[in-house]
């Protein structure tokens, strides 16, 4: 029960170690096996869902309605979206991209400088340059 109260504490997956970490930090006595051991009954319960993130296993409580995973690769954000079943019967477990958190900066510091063959990019100006360009 301590692990799960302290997965359902965070809004992103997070690896066994970190739920360790977290759990002695609380003065809980727990050893790390316990903790795998309880990752992997809550896994094959349902409960919780497990995510492989930079070759490392992380964690994440999962709502039990039927759902797909977006996942960014920016930040590990995982958010969940109802999935309807499709009719060729293709299981789509996870989609992968960029979260509106994660994308914002990354606009921010493109450089947008593009050869004037491009219409509608904008185009950032050098400082001190000519008005006339």
């Given amino acids: ?12 997956p997070i690896t066994a170690r970190q739920v360790h970490a977290e ?4 003065g809980e006595p727990i050893g790390l096996t316990t903790v795998y051991r309880a990752m992997s009954s809550l896994v ?7 995510f492989n993130q930079d070759g490392e296993a992380t964690y994440r409580v999962c709502g039990p309605a039927r759902h797909h ?3 960014c690769r920016a930040c590990g954000l995982v958010l969940e979206q109802a999935a309807e ?6 299981e789509v477990e996870a989609v992968y991209g ?4 994660c994308v914002r ?4 510091e493109q450089d947008f400088d593009a050869p004037r063959d491009q219409p509608g990019r904008p185009r950032k100006r ?8």
Wanted: net charge negative; glycine share 6%; proline share 4%.
């Fill in 23 to 26: 759990l002695l930090q609380r």
């Fill in 85 to 90: 079943r499709r009719p060729d019967g293709f």
């Fill in 98 to 101: 960029v979260c509106a958190a």
């Fill in 126 to 133: 050098n400082a001190g340059a000519d008005e006339r360009d």
């Fill in 1 to 12: 029960m301590l692990v799960l109260e302290a997965l359902l504490a965070e809004a992103r």
């Fill in 105 to 108: 900066p990354a606009l921010s």
């Fill in 44 to 50: 094959d319960a349902g409960l919780v869902h497990a």
């Fill in 69 to 71: 995973h977006l996942i």
